[in-house]
């Protein structure tokens, strides 16, 4: 009874990123890949997303802090980034790698930093409620594994 418990609050809580828009139809997607023979598979892709795009927005932070800034460079984390954030269906992240491509293109370093803002905030926006989401998957786990 305590795992259906979860798995509710669980539901609502994903649904709610959905209607945020905070998570798009890929998110669908790879909780179709979870199943009975490897159940911590969505919260283990989160934790590993969380951890790349933590990493990715320190690299994009240095970077852009340097006095001549290696767009090259830049574009290829931000395109990691967005790759990653693509797979998991972090849908506003992405939109806003999209934005920082399109300054890093015309080569404006106060549009990328104002786009990698962006990103920053809406990874962390995003990354409470995974984190949430986490706890609860384990949560299910521990209860259906007794």
Do not use: W
Request: aromatic share 8%; hydrophobic share 45%; with cysteine.
């Amino acid at each position: 009874m305590a795992a259906a418990a979860i798995r509710d609050q669980l539901n609502g809580l994903v649904n709610s990123m959905f209607a945020e828009g905070l998570l798009d139809d890929q998110f669908n997607q790879l909780q179709m890949l979870q199943d009975e023979t490897n159940p911590g598979f969505v919260a283990e892709v989160i934790t590993l997303f969380c951890e790349d795009a933590e990493r990715l927005i320190k690299e994009l932070s240095t970077l852009l802090d340097q006095l001549v800034v290696d767009y090259f460079k830049v574009d290829a984390y931000v395109h990691q980034l967005k790759g990653s954030s693509a797979s998991v269906g972090a849908q506003y992240i992405k939109l806003a790698c999209v934005k920082l491509r399109q300054f890093c293109e015309a080569k404006n370093k106060e549009g990328c930093a104002h786009a990698l803002n962006l990103i920053r905030h809406e990874y962390y926006r995003l990354k409470v409620k995974l984190e949430m989401m986490v706890q609860l998957e384990r949560r299910i786990q521990a209860y259906e594994g007794q």
